[in-house]
């Protein structure tokens, strides 16, 4: 039931775009998408709900593929401040209301 | 605006001794609780969940127990603890609005 996440790790160099992949076994109501820093709580980035959704804000976006039941964080021009371990959380449509999330991916941005 | 309160921020605790952890929300109302769980350098695991007053929803069976009782106060409990309950464990809600979870700032359990 936990989504799966690629890669694991990441090192990018600044100005370096990445591409992080969330997918499911199972039908998806929604993927949310969080950063966490070191030692601190997760921060909410964007949901999806819908198929072909496209969000974004800033230089961070995501994709949501309803179909294929899976969802793709875009980074571009990542900044040292992208550092962190990005989370995807999946809700799906047999039982929304609760977010079960995946391993995560943990992003490195280096000068 | 709404704000999340979990408390303390960190705890070292033998084992075998009881556990409460607390987790408050201001400015909603009736909103979705959970806990999760974060062992170091690990993912989030759900433990429970609650869309109201009295209604929990546990995820995961173990020793631990959660309550909810009043509309905004969610309490993640433990009569005994063990070693492997150590970790960061962190409530959140569901904001109405973007859909997404807030987050408290989390406590770090160590059980020694």
């Known amino acids: 039931q936990q989504p799966v996440q690629s890669p694991q790790a990441v090192i990018l160099r600044e100005g370096e775009d990445a591409v992080i992949n969330c997918s499911s076994s199972k039908a998806l109501y929604s993927v949310h998408w969080y950063r966490q820093k070191h030692g601190e709580a997760p921060v909410f980035l964007m949901i999806?709900?819908?198929?072909?959704e496209q969000k974004g804000h800033d230089k961070i976006s995501a994709s949501f593929n309803e179909k294929k039941q899976q969802s793709s964080l875009y980074l571009t021009a990542s900044q040292l401040s992208y550092s962190g371990t990005y989370f995807c959380g999946t809700e799906l449509r047999t039982s929304y209301d609760k977010v079960i999330f995946g391993p995560g991916t943990s992003l490195s941005v280096i000068p | 605006s709404q704000t999340i309160h979990q408390w303390p921020a960190t705890l070292v605790q033998p084992v075998g001794s009881p556990l409460s952890l607390e987790c408050t929300v201001e400015g909603t109302s009736n909103p979705n609780l959970y806990w999760y769980r974060q062992a170091a350098g690990r993912g989030l695991q759900l433990l429970f969940y609650s869309v109201g007053i009295g209604q929990i929803s546990s995820e995961v069976p173990q020793n631990l127990s959660a309550s909810r009782p009043q509309d905004r106060q969610f309490i993640l409990s433990s009569k005994k603890l063990l070693l492997s309950d150590s970790g960061f464990y962190l409530c959140?809600?569901?904001?109405?609005?973007?859909?997404?979870?807030?987050f408290g700032s989390g406590t770090r359990l160590t059980v020694v």
């Open positions: 999806l709900l819908k198929g072909g």
């Open positions: 959140a809600w569901r904001s109405q609005g973007s859909g997404g979870y807030t």
